[in-house]
C-alpha cells in the first residue's frame, strides 16, 4: 500500500514523513462493506483520515449537489484536482466535494504543504 502511494497520503499528497503519521483508509468503510482488500485501501495522513471517516459522498459546495467523494483507487488525481501553490483546488464535482469536506486547504494544512515545497518535497 505504502509503495503504491508512493509514502504519500492518497488524498491530499501529503508525504509521510514518519510512518505512524500515515495509516490504512478503508475507502469504503467497513460499516458499509467495503472490503479490507489492496482495491479498497488507501494510505491516509492523520487529518485526510479523521474528516472522511465513513463518508462514500459529500456536498458539492459550487452546484449543491450530493457526489461520491474521489475514489483514490479509481479515479486518477490530476483529473479531479490540481495545485494553485499549496492550495489544493477540485476542478471537478468530486474534487470539490472531497477538497471540502477533507478540509484540504486549512491554514495550518496550507503552511505544511507550502513548507514541504519550498523544500521541494511536494508533491
Not at 33 to 61: E, H, I, M, Y
Not at 87 to 114: H, M, S, W, Y
Request: charged share 30%; aromatic share 6%; net charge positive.
Amino acid at each position: 500500500m505504502r509503495r503504491r502511494a508512493q509514502d504519500r497520503c492518497d488524498y491530499c499528497l501529503i508525504p509521510e514523513v514518519y510512518p505512524s503519521l500515515h495509516e490504512p483508509d478503508h475507502v469504503i468503510a467497513l460499516q458499509h462493506r467495503g472490503p479490507t482488500s489492496a482495491a479498497n485501501l488507501a494510505l491516509a495522513c492523520f487529518d485526510c483520515n479523521r474528516r472522511k471517516g465513513p463518508n462514500l459522498s459529500s456536498v458539492d459546495p459550487e452546484t449543491g449537489r450530493v457526489v461520491e467523494l474521489s475514489h483514490p483507487r479509481r479515479d486518477k488525481w490530476v483529473e479531479h484536482f490540481r495545485l494553485e501553490g499549496p492550495r489544493i483546488a477540485g476542478i471537478t464535482a468530486k474534487g470539490r466535494a472531497t477538497v471540502e469536506l477533507l478540509q484540504f486547504n486549512t491554514p495550518p494544512r496550507l503552511r505544511i504543504r507550502l513548507e514541504l515545497q519550498r523544500a521541494a518535497r511536494y508533491p
